[in-house]
Structures are given as C-alpha cells and as structure tokens.
C-alpha cells in the first residue's frame, strides 16, 4: 500500500498488525482483516454521472473491497440489520474558477421496502470570497441501517471533484 512507505506510518501499522521490524514485510496481505470483514466496504471513485458518484472496489493496491453488494454502481446494500460506521471523503478542486460556489455532499440511505429517503450526513463548502480554492470534505457517522438499505453518496456538482486516484473514497462497517 502507497501510504506505508513513510517510515512512521510504517512503524504504526507494524505495531497495529503485531509484526516486528525484522518480520515479513507489510504489504497488501497484511491487511486481510481489514477487508475480511462482513458487512463492510471501502470503495475508491470510479466516475460520476450528474450527481452519482460511482464507486469501484478493484484497484492496485488492495485497499478497496466490498463485502456488501453494489448496485447502480453508486449504491452499497446493507444486509444485516444494525448499527454501523459510514464515511466518505470528497476532493474539490476550484482552481479554475474566480470565486467558490456552494457545494454540497451527502451520504444518503433509501429504504425501499417503505420507499424511504434519508440524508444520513450532510455536508457544505463554499460561497465565501474566503473559501480555499481546495478543499477535502469528510463525512462520517454512526447510523442504524436495516435490511435492504441503499447508502450512497451524492454531489449537487461533480464539475469541481478532483478525480485523482485514491483521493475520494465511500466506505461502511458494522459494529
């Protein structure tokens, strides 16, 4: 994983993993737990249609996986009921561009046996003449998901993501 050739990020996942500096080298495999675990994803952007952001669990580096279905490609179904943790992270970049406009992005849940929609966490960023012309917004919480449960996240305008890989990405666990 690109991130574990700095040397203290390194040092923590050996720490973390219980491996001793002379062991085996860190690498992808070390982190089977991470994703083994059921009722769990953490997905990389692929594209985005409008507002859809579509997510893709195959990459390189083997950070990605999903233990939960994906459907739309923009759509993470729950399939025990409980509560769980969910995050995603969007990159702006509004560099081209005299002043920020006001996005928004959310993580949102749809039920459809009662044909539900819910903003499960919210975010905004912009409209401001001080408003950075990059910016990282995160999403994170703990929420009760059912059965069934479409989570997704959306953007009201994708013209502004920074694509960059590895750089957004929309994960869940249960706890």
């Known amino acids: 994983m690109c991130c574990l050739e700095d040397g203290s990020l390194a040092s923590l996942a050996r720490k ?29 952007l692929k594209d985005f249609y409008r507002t859809q952001l579509h997510w893709t669990a195959t990459e390189e580096t083997g950070s990605a996986f999903s233990n939960l279905p994906i459907v739309d490609p923009n759509k993470l ?32 849940g749809f039920l459809p046996v009662i044909s539900r929609f819910t903003f499960v966490l919210m975010g905004k960023y912009g409209g401001s003449p001080f408003s950075e012309k990059r910016h990282t917004g995160y999403l994170c919480g703990i929420s009760k998901f059912y059965k069934g449960h479409q989570i997704s996240v959306s953007v009201n305008d994708h013209s502004f993501i920074d694509n960059t890989p590895y750089a957004n990405f929309f994960g869940i666990f249960r706890l």
Do not use: C, M
């Not at 081209?96 to 996005?103: A, G, I, L, M, Y």
């Open 16 to 44: 973390v993993l219980k491996i001793g500096d002379s062991e085996k080298p860190i690498d992808k495999d070390s982190f089977s737990w991470w994703r083994e675990r059921p009722n769990s994803a953490h997905l990389y």
């Open 77 to 108: 179904v729950i399939e025990k009921t409980g509560h769980y943790f969910v995050y995603a992270a969007v990159v702006f970049d509004f560099r081209t561009v005299t002043k920020v406009p006001q996005v928004y992005y959310n993580i949102t």
